[in-house]
């Protein structure tokens, strides 16, 4: 199953999400759609607080603001994004928090006199007086009510009595309304209840105490960048980091223990963290971007228009590139190689293994002008340890280099190209192998080079084939006139849904076994 709303997975999710922020829009959508249908349905949106830190909230609260129908946003405040929420939206939450009272009056009053034959009208002329009384006396969600958006709360969301009594309220409204429900994150489970970060999303544990089953203890490729941006961060004060909300998971804790004052979490704000970025960048220093692939998505605009075009020196450090398994559709890193190569000035590559993770990124902290690193998810892959050419901006390095077959790839898909040569050899075909290192710019010299002795190019990659390095091999051909076998090897032009990698990677083909396989045939029906 998904670990994310899905609609084909089940009747209760009405809508597919992996990226936050979305709810408000999406209810808002199907709002409207009711209108103008005639329907009668009820919408509600669920949000929570980390996620209302994107500004794609805002935007739809901005538009919920002047409707005059209902609809529901439930606000499901845990005072929490992944870990700490961070900001200005937090804070506000906060202090209505700590006002508190002001509910238990409103649903303590209600609930004595509601029932009682004059009840209705009681309750109407209190609701009316605690408007104007609210708006002297009371700060609690007046930045809603401000905006056009009915307040309710905040209301204890482990009390299904009270929230159940402020849905219904809530329905009575010819109006946007948001209840703002406070709750806690790991409620009901106490590992999770102390270490909510770490159990917002979990591998299996033990059910007793919570400890994970699976320890790694091999080095990830996230450890490796979180070691060289602590090292690097210390020789040079101007290194800074930017998240949205996922310094745990970009591996950025450390840099944060350390340089606390050089670490910014911007909230889930992939486009502001962009163009935050870019001014950092602007007013001198060396900002890293640490950032899923899939979260980029978001920011492809700020990059194109903030970042490369002023040709500024921004580091993105993109992590969970390629496949990235369990998360699913919603989260592969498929798309960033297609979608950054486009952009002019922009640099883009991807390391072999885990030493080369350090060289790159180290280059790319010295390099001038804006720079992307992608790596995967998972344990950094440690072997060809023998292979350390200094990087040299757009050079590739000759891993084998035999007569008949040369296999193109980069990043962690070269462990994978090396066993699908080692299957290969056994065959008797001869495969050289070539890590590209760089898909921007593209070694045009090694791509030539590798039309002399070979029949056959093939080009592997953990990106979607549309526009991805394969076609820059393809372009590259182009341009210089050559004509040559060419296979292509990447993601299908499909969504790839949650599983395992190694599953993934069969299910498409991607495998080791499956890229001898679409070799061997290639061969045996001729080129
Ligand atoms: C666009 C985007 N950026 C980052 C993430 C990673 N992420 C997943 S959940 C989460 C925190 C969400 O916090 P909140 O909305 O408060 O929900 P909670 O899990 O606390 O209920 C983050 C940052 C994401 N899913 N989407």
Redesign the pocket.
Known sequence: MSGFPKASESDCDCFDT????TSISAGLGMVSARELAGRDETIVSV????????GMAFEALNNAGRIDTNFIIIL???N???SE?VGGIPKYLNSIRTSNGYLGLKESVYNKIKDKPYGADVVGKIRRAKNSFKSLMVPVGMMFEEMGIVYLGPVDGHDIRALRHAITEAKRFKRAVLIHVI?K?GKGFAPAEKH?ARF??TEPFDVKNGVPLNHRTVAGWTDIFSTVMFKMGEKDPKIVAVT???AE?CGLKRFRNKFPERLFDVG?A?QHAVTFAAGLAKGGFTPVVAI?S??LQ?AYDQVLEDVCLQNLHVVFAIDRAGLVGADGE??QGVFDISYLTQIPNMVLCSPKNKWELSDMLKFAFKYNGPIAVRYPRGVAYDGLEEYRAPVELGKSEWIYREDGVCIMSLGNMVEVCEKAREILKKDGIHVSLVNARFVKPLDTEMVKESCKNHSLIVTVEDGVKDGGFGMQVLKCLSDEGISKEVLCMGIPDKFIHQGSIDELRAEIGLDAEGIAEAVKKKLSIGL
């Open positions: 992996g990226h936050s922020s949000i929570g607080d980390g996620s209302l830190t994107g499901n405040d845990n929490m994004s992944i929420n709750t994150k909510p917002h999303g949205a909300a996922m998971g889930i992939e899923y899939s979260f978001r919603t989260h």
